[in-house]
């Protein structure tokens, strides 16, 4: 906790839950020089990305990807909101990479289209607290309920 902020993250045992979807979006339909099907990052690599702010773990590894590969590095712009990546998305300047619930209301109204990109390996979901700190018991029921709708049903 820093000047009244609070970082949370949720961790569940066993296997990761499953990941929720994530789209690589382009600005207004129908995608500007629209990529092959399934195109990979050496394929995207090209294009301009406006990215959640470093820190974010699905935006880390796009740049971590895109950094990979071989020639220019990648013009990835980071913002603090993910409005303003969908909003230089939508106004047709590249591409992003978001949960799929960020961008659903987008991409049913037509203003983002998904362009077909690589897989994204799934995002870890954790739940950590101050082993010192006492829990109360309604933060042990939320832990409780996201565990039972998150874990994998091994207890």
Known sequence: MARGGLWCALRLPGRPPPPPSFGVCAGA????????????????????????????SYSDRLARSLLALPGPPPRLTRFGSIEAARACVAAG??????????????????????????????????????????????AQLVADELTRLLGDGDG
């Open 29 to 56: 339909p129908p995608p500007p020089r629209a990529p092959p099907p399934e195109a990979g990052w050496a394929e995207l690599a090209g294009e301009s990305f406006f990215v959640h702010e470093e820190g974010c």
């Open 93 to 138: 300047l590249g591409l992003t990479l978001l949960p799929e619930a960020t961008v659903e209301r987008q991409l049913r109204d037509g203003l983002l289209a998904r362009v077909d990109g690589p897989a994204v390996p799934p995002v870890p979901v954790q739940l950590t607290r101050h082993r010192r700190r006492w829990t109360s018991p309604a």
